[in-house]
């Protein structure tokens, strides 16, 4: 069975500096990876996704996160925090073929402070 | 950009009642999905559904729970008898592709079950 394990349920950064929101994946076979996030009462936003090709992956709002398999891990980036990336972030994987859902992971709220 | 739409955005119920949460997936997609949100908890699959039937359905998705396709156009979920563990963000999903990279959610019913 396919999971995903998000170390950190909270995550607090200052504006302008790094943020690393850590996602570590378990799956019988290779998967797609992606990156939610959620915005207070809004939905599911996609910010990227892995899909088997180039192994980092670029998003949007200046996100990027990069597929290591030897390190079963898809982690999220982003070179420096804006107070409007305060959100839940949540890490999901599936299968690459058949009728996929989506395992996501418990999510991760990031805090940014001024 | 063509979007997910869910009505209504929140609905309160009383315990034992029945709710019909509906959605309207993008009109060229034929995968259809729901998935619940507990408040402060992770996102959860429910079930995935293809030319008119359950094509998956997780061990939430007991025979409380129903979809349908009624129309061209409206995705639902019932619940035939809600209790109050049933109050949570319920999100559609729809995507143009079985695989799970293509997926466009709803923003969500909130649910609550008083």
């Known amino acids: 069975a396919q999971s995903v394990t998000q170390l950190g349920s909270h995550v607090s950064v200052s504006e302008g500096a790094l943020v690393l929101l850590r996602c570590n994946y378990s799956s019988s076979v290779p998967p797609y990876l992606f990156w939610y996030v959620q915005y207070p009462n809004q939905g599911l936003q996609l910010l990227l996704k892995?899909?088997?090709?180039?192994?980092l992956v670029k998003g949007i709002n200046g996100f990027e996160a990069e597929f290591k398999k030897s390190e079963t891990s898809f982690h999220l980036t982003k070179p420096s925090a804006h107070m409007s990336d305060a959100a839940e972030y949540f890490c999901?994987?599936?299968?690459?073929?058949?009728?996929?859902?989506?395992?996501f992971g418990t999510g991760t709220r990031l805090l940014v402070s001024p | 950009e063509p979007e997910v739409t869910q009505t209504p955005s929140h609905q309160v119920t009383q315990m034992g009642q029945e709710v019909i949460l509906r959605c309207v997936p993008i009109?060229?997609?034929?995968?259809f999905y729901w998935y619940r949100q507990i408040l402060g908890q992770k996102v959860e699959f429910l079930v995935s559904f293809y030319n008119n039937e359950i094509s998956e359905k997780s061990e939430i998705f007991d025979d409380q729970f129903s979809v349908e396709r009624p129309d061209g156009s409206n995705f639902t979920l019932k619940i035939r008898s809600t209790k109050l563990e049933d109050s949570a963000m319920y999100f559609c999903?729809?995507?143009?592709?079985?695989?799970?990279?293509?997926?466009?959610f709803g923003s969500g019913t909130r649910l609550t079950v008083v």
């Open positions: 892995y899909t088997s090709a180039a192994t």
């Open positions: 009109s060229n997609h034929l995968y």
């Open positions: 999901a994987v599936s299968d690459q073929g058949g009728f996929q859902k989506l395992v």
């Open positions: 999903a729809s995507s143009e592709r079985s695989r799970g990279d293509g997926y466009t």
